[in-house]
């Protein structure tokens, strides 16, 4: 749900195309796993803060596949 709920704040923001609700949908899935795996990261080592590891994690998906 939160997914859907995102997409359409985030779909607000984007120029309209005929692909928008999809590339909306697919930023919020990005984001909110990024922040899933990086609170999970954060709960098996507390030692780094959350906030670094939400960064990295957004920063490391934005790098194009090798």
Request: proline share 9%; net charge neutral; charged share 25%.
């Amino acid at each position: 749900m939160a997914e859907r709920e995102l997409s359409g704040v985030i779909a607000g923001r984007l120029p309209a195309a005929p692909d928008t609700p999809l590339r909306a949908r697919l930023l919020a899935a990005h984001f909110l796993t990024a922040v899933r795996v990086a609170n999970q990261v954060w709960l098996e080592r507390p030692e780094e803060p959350l906030i670094d590891l939400v960064r990295r994690a957004l920063a490391t998906t934005a790098e194009p596949f090798a």
